[in-house]
C-alpha cells in the first residue's frame, strides 16, 4: 500500500509534514494542515522506536529515511493495538460483572468499527485521536486525574476539538467525585451515628426518666436522623426527578468547590492554554481557515444519532426496542410524552430546514462515501431531508433510553452537550467525526445481549468489506487532476 497512501486524501499533507519533522525541520509547515502537529510528535517517538532495528537491518540510513509512508502508517497500527487495550480496560472498569469472555468481545468489536478500522491502515488523526482520549478518560476513572489531564492535552495537540472530549471528562469526574463524597459521607454517618448514639445513650442512662415527652422527643430525633441518612444514600442512586437531580449536584458543586478546584486544576490548566491558543491564532483550526470556519450546523446532529444507531442497528432498530419505546410513550403521561415527541420533531423539521449546509468539500469531492449520501438520498428529492426527520428523532430517543438504563440523567445531558458542541460548529459533513462520541455511546450503553454485540461484528465486518474491496479494487481517475484517485469515508 505504499504508492497507495500518497492519493488517500489528507495523508498528501500529513506524511510530507511528518517527514519534514524526521529531518529536524520543526518550523516547516504545510498552511493546508488544519490540525495541531501532535500526531507528528507521536509518530517520531514511533519511529524512535524502531529506528535500531531499522538500522540493524540497512532499511534506513539515516533518521530520517527511516518515516517512510508505510513505517508512519505503522504508528496507527500499533495506536489501534493499544486502543483497543484501552477499551478493554475501560470496559473492566465500567462493568465490572462481565467476564472475561464477554469484554473481550465487546472489544473485538469496537477494534471492527469501520470508521475506526480503516484508518488504523492510513496516516490520519483519527485513530492517535480516539486513543489518547480513551486513555484520559481511564486515567479520570481510576482517578488519576493528573496525568489525565496530561493526556488529555496531548489529545487536544492530536486533534483540538478534543478539548470538548477533555472537558467531557473533567466534568464526569467532577459528577463522580461528588457522588462518591457524598456515598461516603452517608455511609460514615450511617455506621456511626454519633446523634442518634448520644440520644439512645442519654435515653438509657435514664436521664429524665420520669418524662415520657423526653423519652418521645429522642426517639423521634434518632428516628429523623435515620430516614435522612437513608434519604441521603438513596439520593445516590439515579434519580427520576431530573430538577431535583440537577439542584443537587449545584448544591454540592457549591459546598466542595474549593475541595474539587484543588482535585481538578489540572484540567482547568489545559483549558486555559486552549483558550489562549485560540485567542492567539485567531481560530480554533491551523490552516485552511476560510474553508473550515464555525457554522452553525445543526443538522448535523440529526446524522449523527442516525449514523449511531444504524451502526448499533441490533440494539436500536429491531422491533423490541420499538415495541418498547411505544409502550413506555403510552405507559406514563401520555400528554407530556406527545408534548416532547411534537417539540422534538419540530427542532427536527427546523434543523434540516435552516442549519443544513452543503459544503463545497461535500459536493465537490466524489471519493467520499457521504458525498453518495448527500446526492443519492437527502438529495433525492427534495422532501427527503423532512422524511427522515423521524428517524433522526426516533434514533435519538432509543439512543436516551438505553444510556437512561444505566447512567445518571445528568450525564446523559454532559455527554449531549459534549457531541453537540462537536459537531454541530463542523460544517463539513464526515463520519470520522462521529468515532469518538460514538464510542462514548456504546461503551456507556450496557448492551448485556452478546448476540447483538455479535451481529454489530458481523456488520462491522460486512462494512470493512466493502470499504477496502472499493478502496483497493476500485480506482478511478479526475478529468481535470492526474493521478489514481480511491474511494474512502
Same mark, same amino acid.
Given at each position: 500500500?505504499?504508492?497507495?497512501?500518497?492519493?488517500?486524501?489528507?495523508?498528501?499533507?500529513?506524511?510530507?509534514?511528518?517527514?519534514?519533522?524526521?529531518?529536524?525541520? !520543526?518550523?516547516?509547515?504545510?498552511?493546508?494542515?488544519?490540525?495541531?502537529?501532535?500526531?507528528? &510528535?507521536?509518530?517520531?517517538?514511533?519511529?524512535?522506536?524502531?529506528?535500531?532495528?531499522?538500522?540493524?537491518? *540497512?532499511?534506513?540510513?539515516?533518521?530520517?529515511?527511516?518515516?517512510?509512508?508505510?513505517?508512519?502508517?505503522?504508528?496507527?497500527? @500499533?495506536?489501534?493495538?493499544?486502543?483497543?487495550?484501552? @477499551?478493554?480496560?475501560? =470496559?473492566?472498569?465500567?462493568?465490572?460483572?462481565?467476564?472475561? +469472555?464477554?469484554?473481550?468481545? +465487546?472489544?473485538?468489536?469496537?477494534?471492527?468499527?469501520?470508521?475506526?478500522?480503516?484508518?488504523?491502515?492510513?496516516?490520519?488523526?483519527?485513530?492517535?485521536?480516539?486513543?489518547?482520549?480513551?486513555?484520559?478518560?481511564?486515567?479520570?476513572? *481510576?482517578?488519576?486525574?493528573? =496525568?489525565?489531564?496530561?493526556?488529555?492535552?496531548?489529545?487536544? %495537540?492530536?486533534?483540538?476539538?478534543?478539548?470538548?472530549?477533555?472537558?467531557? &471528562?473533567?466534568?464526569?469526574?467532577? %459528577?463522580?467525585?461528588?457522588?462518591?463524597?457524598?456515598?461516603?459521607?452517608? @455511609?460514615?454517618?450511617?455506621?456511626?451515628?454519633?446523634?442518634?448514639?448520644?440520644?439512645?445513650?442519654?435515653?438509657?442512662?435514664?436521664?429524665?426518666?420520669?418524662?415520657?415527652?423526653?423519652?418521645? +422527643?429522642?426517639?423521634?430525633?434518632?428516628?429523623?436522623?435515620?430516614?435522612?441518612?437513608?434519604?441521603? @444514600?438513596?439520593?445516590?442512586?439515579?434519580?427520576?426527578?431530573?430538577?431535583?437531580?440537577? +439542584?443537587?449536584?449545584?448544591?454540592?458543586?457549591?459546598?466542595?468547590? /474549593?475541595? %474539587? !478546584?484543588?482535585?481538578?486544576? #489540572?484540567?482547568?490548566?489545559?483549558?486555559?492554554?486552549?483558550?489562549?491558543?485560540?485567542?492567539?491564532?485567531?481560530?480554533?483550526?491551523?490552516?485552511?481557515?476560510?474553508?473550515?470556519?464555525?457554522?452553525?450546523?445543526?443538522?448535523?446532529?440529526?446524522?449523527?444519532?442516525?449514523?449511531?444507531?444504524?451502526?448499533?442497528?441490533?440494539?436500536?432498530?429491531? &422491533?423490541?426496542?420499538?415495541?418498547?419505546?411505544?409502550?413506555?410513550?403510552?405507559?406514563?403521561? *401520555?400528554?407530556?410524552?406527545?408534548?416532547?415527541?411534537?417539540?422534538?420533531?419540530?427542532?427536527?423539521?427546523?434543523?434540516?430546514?435552516?442549519?443544513?449546509?452543503?459544503?463545497?468539500?461535500?459536493?465537490?469531492?466524489?471519493?467520499?462515501?457521504?458525498?453518495?449520501? /448527500?446526492?443519492?438520498?437527502?438529495? !433525492?428529492?427534495?422532501?427527503?431531508?423532512?422524511? =427522515?426527520?423521524?428517524?433522526?428523532?426516533?434514533?435519538?430517543?432509543?439512543?436516551?433510553?438505553?444510556?437512561?438504563?444505566?447512567?445518571? *440523567?445528568?450525564?446523559?445531558?454532559?455527554?449531549?452537550?459534549?457531541?453537540?458542541?462537536?459537531?454541530?460548529?463542523?460544517?463539513? &459533513?464526515?463520519?470520522?467525526?462521529?468515532?469518538?462520541? !460514538?464510542?462514548?455511546?456504546?461503551?456507556?450503553?450496557?448492551?448485556?445481549?452478546?448476540?447483538?454485540?455479535?451481529?454489530?461484528?458481523?456488520?462491522?465486518?460486512?462494512?470493512?468489506?466493502?470499504?477496502?474491496?472499493?478502496?483497493?479494487?476500485? #480506482?478511478?481517475?479526475?478529468?481535470?487532476?492526474?493521478?489514481?484517485?480511491?474511494?474512502?469515508?
Amino acid at each position: 500500500m505504499g504508492k497507495i497512501a500518497v492519493v488517500a486524501m489528507d495523508e498528501i499533507f500529513h506524511i510530507p509534514q511528518a517527514q519534514q519533522y524526521c529531518k529536524g525541520n !520543526f518550523r516547516s509547515w504545510d498552511p493546508m494542515i488544519t490540525t495541531p502537529p501532535g500526531l507528528y &510528535i507521536v509518530s517520531l517517538a514511533h519511529v524512535a522506536s524502531l529506528f535500531p532495528g531499522l538500522f540493524s537491518m *540497512k532499511v534506513g540510513a539515516s533518521f530520517s529515511d527511516a518515516c517512510s509512508s508505510s513505517i508512519l502508517r505503522s504508528s496507527n497500527g @500499533v495506536l489501534a493495538v493499544f486502543c483497543s487495550f484501552l @477499551v478493554y480496560n475501560i =470496559l473492566n472498569h465500567l462493568r465490572p460483572s462481565l467476564s472475561d +469472555r464477554k469484554v473481550t468481545l +465487546r472489544t473485538v468489536v469496537l477494534a471492527l468499527y469501520p470508521l475506526h478500522w480503516f484508518f488504523s491502515f492510513l496516516y490520519y488523526t483519527d485513530v492517535a485521536s480516539l486513543t489518547a482520549v480513551l486513555a484520559s478518560y481511564l486515567m479520570s476513572l *481510576k482517578k488519576n486525574y493528573f =496525568l489525565s489531564s496530561v493526556v488529555g492535552a496531548l489529545a487536544v %495537540l492530536i486533534r483540538q476539538t478534543n478539548i470538548i472530549w477533555v472537558l467531557f &471528562i473533567a466534568c464526569t469526574g467532577v %459528577l463522580d467525585y461528588i457522588l462518591t463524597q457524598q456515598k461516603d459521607s452517608a @455511609v460514615l454517618a450511617e455506621s456511626s451515628p454519633s446523634q442518634g448514639k448520644d440520644a439512645f445513650s442519654v435515653w438509657n442512662q435514664g436521664v429524665g426518666t420520669g418524662s415520657n415527652l423526653r423519652k418521645r +422527643r429522642i426517639g423521634n430525633q434518632a428516628a429523623t436522623f435515620s430516614s435522612s441518612v437513608h434519604q441521603m @444514600v438513596a439520593s445516590t442512586k439515579p434519580s427520576s426527578d431530573f430538577s431535583h437531580e440537577v +439542584r443537587e449536584i449545584i448544591s454540592r458543586l457549591w459546598q466542595l468547590k /474549593w475541595e %474539587l !478546584f484543588a482535585t481538578f486544576w #489540572p484540567y482547568f490548566i489545559v483549558m486555559v492554554a486552549f483558550i489562549t491558543f485560540v485567542c492567539w491564532n485567531g481560530s480554533i483550526v491551523l490552516g485552511a481557515k476560510e474553508a473550515h470556519t464555525v457554522s452553525p450546523h445543526f443538522a448535523q446532529l440529526m446524522y449523527f444519532s442516525l449514523v449511531s444507531a444504524l451502526f448499533m442497528t441490533p440494539v436500536h432498530f429491531t &422491533i423490541r426496542q420499538a415495541a418498547m419505546l411505544a409502550q413506555s410513550f403510552w405507559k406514563k403521561n *401520555k400528554l407530556v410524552n406527545f408534548f416532547e415527541l411534537c417539540t422534538a420533531l419540530i427542532v427536527g423539521f427546523f434543523s434540516v430546514h435552516f442549519f443544513s449546509i452543503a459544503h463545497p468539500y461535500l459536493v465537490a469531492d466524489n471519493r467520499h462515501y457521504p458525498f453518495y449520501l /448527500w446526492r443519492k438520498v437527502i438529495k !433525492f428529492h427534495w422532501t427527503m431531508k423532512y422524511l =427522515l426527520v423521524p428517524l433522526y428523532v426516533y434514533s435519538w430517543i432509543s439512543i436516551f433510553n438505553i444510556l437512561a438504563k444505566s447512567q445518571r *440523567k445528568t450525564w446523559v445531558l454532559v455527554y449531549f452537550l459534549a457531541t453537540a458542541a462537536t459537531l454541530i460548529p463542523a460544517p463539513l &459533513i464526515e463520519f470520522r467525526y462521529y468515532t469518538i462520541p !460514538f464510542f462514548f455511546l456504546i461503551l456507556h450503553s450496557h448492551v448485556d445481549d452478546d448476540r447483538s454485540w455479535l451481529l454489530m461484528g458481523v456488520l462491522y465486518v460486512s462494512i470493512n468489506f466493502f470499504t477496502m474491496y472499493m478502496f483497493l479494487f476500485r #480506482p478511478f481517475s479526475w478529468v481535470h487532476e492526474t493521478g489514481v484517485q480511491r474511494f474512502i469515508w
